[in-house]
């Protein structure tokens, strides 16, 4: 019998030593789901935003905020103080504003997930809370827009006809900088009007 190795006889070896591997790898991940520890987060879900069913990669500890921006590319959602305080981030999450920066993407699997990219409609029109803050000029330097628009919007869906006070409180999550915050009320205001 001859034992010499072979150039040959080697290639041979590490191909098959490779395919072995590799399929061995591939029973191995195929199994990984079904054998999963108690407790364990799955890292691709599917979420619900604007209507439309994504499947999205995501982190165990990874937020609502950071998902929406970074992996969904949806960046009129803002992230600021990213501590649940400033409201830039805010969307609604069947039909409720929330700071998407201090919610898990993982807890928001089965929901309805509105941006402020969403509330458009299918022709292209504005949405009604929109179109009021830039007859108001509203906005001013723009950043926390997006998150005074959905606190707008949930507050109009939950009461379309709000008194002045009442938008206040509404709109007291949201933080401006610029200190427009007579001009988003009168925004709310005038929504209130085009809605009904």
């Given at each position: 019998?001859?034992?010499?190795?072979?150039?040959?006889?080697?290639?041979?070896?590490?191909?098959?030593?490779?395919?072995?591997?590799?399929?061995?790898?591939?029973?191995?991940?195929?199994?990984?789901?079904?054998?999963?520890?108690?407790?364990?987060?799955?890292?691709?879900?599917?979420?619900?935003?604007?209507?439309?069913?994504?499947?999205?990669?995501?982190?165990?500890?990874?937020?609502?905020?950071?998902?929406?921006?970074?992996?969904?590319?949806?960046?009129?959602?803002?992230?600021?103080?990213?501590?649940?305080?400033?409201?830039?981030?805010?969307?609604?999450?069947?039909?409720?504003?929330?700071?998407?920066?201090?919610?898990?993407?993982?807890?928001?699997?089965?929901?309805?997930?509105?941006?402020?990219?969403?509330?458009?409609?299918?022709?292209?029109?504005?949405?009604?809370?929109?179109?009021?803050?830039?007859?108001?000029?509203?906005?001013?330097?723009?950043?926390?827009?997006?998150?005074?628009?959905?606190?707008?919007?949930?507050?109009?869906?939950?009461?379309?006809?709000?008194t002045r006070e009442q938008a206040r409180l509404g709109l007291s999550g949201n933080l401006c900088r610029c200190g427009a915050y007579d001009h988003y009320l009168n925004g709310v205001m005038r929504?209130?009007?085009?809605?009904?």
């Open positions: 019998m001859n034992s010499r190795l072979t150039r040959r006889h080697f290639i041979k070896g590490v191909i098959y030593s490779s395919a072995a591997a590799t399929s061995g790898a591939g029973f191995y991940l195929a199994n990984a789901a079904s054998n999963r520890q108690p407790g364990a987060v799955e890292r691709l879900i599917s979420i619900n935003v604007n209507g439309r069913t994504r499947r999205v990669d995501v982190q165990p500890q990874e937020t609502l905020a950071h998902t929406i921006r970074y992996r969904l590319n949806l960046t009129g959602t803002k992230v600021s103080c990213n501590r649940g305080e400033c409201g830039s981030c805010t969307v609604l999450i069947d039909d409720t504003a929330i700071y998407s920066c201090s919610i898990l993407t993982h807890q928001v699997k089965g929901k309805e997930i509105t941006t402020v990219e969403g509330l458009r409609a299918a022709d292209g029109s504005l949405h009604p809370v929109q179109q009021a803050f830039i007859e108001e000029l509203s906005p001013q330097c723009g950043f926390c827009t997006p998150g005074q628009v959905m606190s707008a919007v949930a507050l109009l869906r939950a009461n379309p006809n709000p929504a209130a009007e085009l809605i009904s």
